[in-house]
């Protein structure tokens, strides 16, 4: 056996974070609002960044069609994670400590909001996509206090859904922590309160229904109105003080319950096509103050003072370029979703269309994680309310004509409305429903008919016959 030395070279490529590089992936999941805060953060630091009038670049109205907005189809924030190619590298530096922890995981509010703690509770104990967009828009519709205060018929004609099936996921809803949380009144919200402490009488409820006599102090007149003695009466004024007239404000110090549109999206006045614009009210508007950076390098005489100036200016110039990419990758991501999801703003939610992340990215020739990124804590305003841009993307089932697939939700409404018509003395069985499906252009399995059908909590034909017959 021989030992020696040998010297050989390899050839590899290997991804390098930049700096500028991380912070144009933050940008790029940032809100209107967040970008504003940090944008106000650079320009401190930044003496060559400044307040703009207006924004460049931007203005739809140039364009007959949405659809034809100039979009850039580089994906420069760096999802194929390419830093050679990324224009992002070209900046030489950025106004900060090179050292600086630039992970956007960082910059994370800790603290729960009272949207996060509802979502994540209710998305857990509900699995239909449908219910999930309808106790969504909900929870969005909160007042910072915890109420809703929407009509619930408003909010059926917004969506396109029977009343009866918001007041279902409301009632879902109202089945979260904190207890009182979608309560459409102070009554409603002591009510659920008292009855998860199983303390909701009939004296209480009583009481409850004529909460408003309390507010006017003569308690004489409450007792005769509820026909409550008076030592009763004061037991349960007791009990109500030991309750959250105001559920919802647990959370009120972290996050207004607000919904501000980082989009906005108008049919044309035509009737074909739809115009889709940032809101310019909430983007920040910031230019490069090109003869300050003209001023000062003239004045520098140091080596130090003149790669500080020039190092500023590159920063200056990467945030401004960087937060055009961003405005461009949204808006592109938008237009496409509007695009396959024009059956929901036109005609509700039963017309929601089967989407995923990939359907957009393919679409738009991005990648999956950046519509993930720009698809999340943004909203957009449109005809029908304004929803989160992630509620548009839902599961799907095939299509029996070779057509466009159906959305799992569409199938489980489908078959809710066969079996709430099915006749009384002769229920559909679970084949029935597949052939009946079918006949519609759905193909389903028996399996998944019966899967939603006890996802829906409906009983099988036999069981329904059985309780009809009762």
């Given at each position: 056996m021989s030992l020696f030395q040998q010297l050989d070279l390899k050839q590899s490529t290997s991804l390098v974070m930049t700096p500028q590089l991380r912070?144009?992936?933050?940008?790029?999941?940032?809100?209107?609002?967040?970008?504003?805060?940090?944008?106000?953060?650079?320009?401190?630091?930044?003496?060559?960044?400044?307040?703009?009038?207006?924004?460049?670049?931007?203005?739809?109205?140039?364009?007959?069609?949405?659809?034809?907005?100039?979009?850039?189809?580089?994906?420069?924030?760096?999802?194929?994670?390419?830093?050679?190619?990324?224009?992002?590298?070209?900046?030489?530096?950025?106004?900060?400590?090179?050292?600086?922890?630039?992970?956007?995981?960082?910059?994370?509010?800790?603290?729960?909001?009272?949207?996060?703690?509802?979502?994540?509770?209710?998305?857990?104990?509900?699995?239909?996509?449908?219910?999930?967009?309808?106790?969504?828009?909900?929870?969005?519709?909160?007042?910072?206090?915890?109420?809703?205060?929407?009509?619930?018929?408003?909010?059926?004609?917004?969506?396109?859904?029977?009343?009866?099936?918001?007041?279902?996921?409301?009632y879902r809803l109202q089945k979260c922590d904190p207890v009182g949380v979608g309560a459409r009144n102070l009554s409603e919200c002591l009510k659920l309160q008292l009855a998860q402490m199983d303390e909701l009488t009939e004296d209480v409820e009583r009481l409850l229904d004529h909460i408003e006599l309390l507010g006017k102090g003569d308690l004489k007149q409450v007792c005769k109105e509820c026909s409550l003695q008076i030592e009763v009466l004061q037991e349960i004024l007791v009990l109500i003080k030991t309750l959250n007239p105001k559920p919802g404000a647990l959370f009120e110090n972290t996050q207004a319950q607000t919904r501000i549109p980082d989009i906005i999206v108008r049919r044309f006045p035509s009737g074909k096509g739809w115009r889709v614009d940032l809101n310019t009210e909430t983007l920040p508007k910031v230019l490069v103050d090109r003869p300050y950076y003209a001023t000062l390098k003239n004045q520098a005489g140091k080596k130090q003072e003149k790669q500080y100036i020039t190092q500023q200016l590159n920063a200056a110039n990467w945030l401004v370029k960087a937060m055009d990419q961003r405005a461009q990758t949204i808006l592109k991501v938008a237009t496409e979703l509007v695009t396959q999801q024009e059956g929901f703003f036109l005609h509700g939610i039963e017309h929601l269309k089967p989407l995923i992340l990939r359907d957009i990215a393919e679409a738009t020739e991005l990648h999956e994680s950046t519509i993930s990124r720009v698809t999340t804590n943004k909203y957009m305003a449109t005809p029908r309310g304004i929803f989160e841009l992630k509620y548009f993307f839902t599961t799907s089932l095939g299509s029996t004509d070779g057509g466009d697939a159906h959305s799992s939700e569409l199938v489980r409404h489908k078959i809710k409305s066969l079996i709430d018509e099915e006749p009384a003395k002769k229920p559909l069985s679970d084949d029935k429903l597949v052939k009946l499906l079918k006949e519609e252009g759905i193909e389903v399995a028996r399996r998944t008919i019966t899967k939603y059908r006890e996802a829906m909590k409906i009983p099988s034909s036999y069981e329904r016959k059985r309780l009809k017959s009762l």
């Open positions: 912070l144009a992936i933050k940008l790029l999941q940032l809100s209107n609002q967040e970008l504003s805060t940090l944008v106000a953060q650079e320009m401190e630091l930044n003496p060559f960044l400044s307040e703009a009038d207006s924004i460049d670049g931007l203005d739809a109205e140039k364009h007959e069609d949405a659809q034809d907005l100039d979009f850039s189809t580089d994906d420069s924030f760096g999802d194929d994670l390419d830093a050679t190619d990324s224009w992002a590298d070209q900046a030489t530096s950025v106004a900060r400590d090179p050292d600086e922890d630039f992970s956007f995981e960082s910059t994370l509010t800790i603290e729960a909001t009272l949207r996060d703690h509802l979502l994540e509770q209710f998305n857990a104990d509900v699995s239909d996509p449908r219910k999930r967009l309808i106790g969504a828009f909900l929870i969005d519709s909160l007042t910072p206090a915890g109420y809703l205060e929407e009509p619930l018929e408003t909010i059926a004609q917004t969506l396109g859904a029977s009343e009866l099936e918001i007041e279902k996921v409301l």
